[in-house]
């Protein structure tokens, strides 16, 4: 998840913010089914 972190810190933006939330968690989903 650290490229998560690093794009956060670098943008305010709550809509960027909120579409990493979403694909990281589709992500993490992903990973738990395999």
């Keep these: 998840m650290k490229i998560k ?13 909120n579409m990493i ?3 990281t968690s589709k992500i993490e989903h ?3 089914f395999e």
């Excluded at 810190?9 to 960027?16: L, P, R, S, V, Y």
């Design 21 to 23: 939330k979403s694909y």
């Design 5 to 17: 972190c690093i794009v956060i810190g670098k943008t305010k933006n709550q809509e960027i913010i």
């Design 30 to 32: 992903y990973i738990n």
